[in-house]
C-alpha cells in the first residue's frame, strides 16, 4: 500500500527549456546562445550551487564572471528563470487531492533561485507536505543520500514510497533504494501508474 507519493519537479511538475535562459543571457552578454553552456559546463559552478556549496550572490559574481555580465543581481535571477513555461504537467487539483489522503513530497536537483522563483510564480507548491531539495541536503540525485532524506522525511518504508522522475537514472537510483518507482512520461500515464497501485486523489 502506498502511504508516500513523491514527485520530481522539472518536466514533471513544471515543463522548463534551459534555451529560453540562455537567449535572455545572449542579449545581455553578446555571447551566442550555444556557446554559452559550453562555457557553465566547462566549470563545477552549477553542481556546487545546485548542492548548496555557494551561495546565491557568489554564484551569480562567479557565473557573472565567466559570461562577462554587468547586469543586477535582480535582473540575473529573472533571466536565470526564465527557463520554466506557465502551465504545469500535473494539475493543482490532483496534487491537492493527494495531499489529503497521502503524503506528498517533492524530490529535486535545484537551487535556491529557481526554487524561490517556482515557488512565488506557482501556487501548487503549497500542497506538498515536505521539500527535500539537492541545495538543501547538500546532495543531488541520484546519490542514495537524497534518497535515504526523502524516505526518512515520508515517515514510511520505501516500499510504501511511490517516487515519479523524468529521468531514468534517477529512477533506478530510487529503486535500488527500495522506493516504487516509475519514468514519468506524461501526466495520463502517471495517473494510471497511481489508481493501479490503489492512489485516489478525486
Not at 534551459?18 to 551566442?32: A, C, D, H, M
Not at 543586477?72 to 494539475?91: G, V
Amino acid at each position: 500500500m502506498i502511504k508516500t507519493v513523491i514527485f520530481d519537479l522539472g518536466k514533471v511538475i513544471i515543463p522548463f527549456d534551459f534555451k529560453r535562459g540562455y537567449q535572455g543571457l545572449e542579449k545581455v552578454s553578446g555571447i551566442p546562445a550555444a556557446e554559452i553552456p559550453k562555457r557553465i559546463g566547462a566549470t563545477d559552478l552549477v553542481k556546487r550551487f545546485e548542492t548548496g556549496l555557494v551561495e546565491p550572490k557568489d554564484f551569480v559574481e562567479q557565473l557573472s564572471g565567466i559570461l562577462d555580465l554587468h547586469i543586477s543581481y535582480d535582473q540575473f535571477c529573472e533571466i536565470w528563470s526564465s527557463i520554466f513555461l506557465p502551465d504545469p504537467l500535473i494539475p493543482e487539483s490532483m496534487l491537492e487531492g493527494i495531499g489529503k489522503r497521502y503524503g506528498l513530497l517533492l524530490l529535486s536537483n535545484t537551487n535556491a533561485i529557481h526554487f524561490h522563483m517556482l515557488e512565488q510564480s506557482y501556487p501548487l507548491f503549497r500542497h506538498f507536505h515536505d521539500r527535500i531539495l539537492s541545495y538543501r541536503v547538500r546532495a543531488m540525485k541520484p546519490s542514495p543520500v537524497i534518497y535515504h532524506e526523502a524516505i526518512a522525511r515520508a515517515g514510511c518504508p520505501a516500499q510504501e514510497c511511490f517516487y515519479t522522475d523524468d529521468i531514468a537514472d534517477y529512477v533506478d537510483a530510487a529503486r535500488r533504494e527500495g522506493m516504487d518507482a516509475v519514468q514519468f512520461e506524461s501526466c495520463a500515464q502517471i495517473q494510471g501508474e497511481l489508481k493501479a497501485r490503489g492512489v485516489e486523489w478525486e
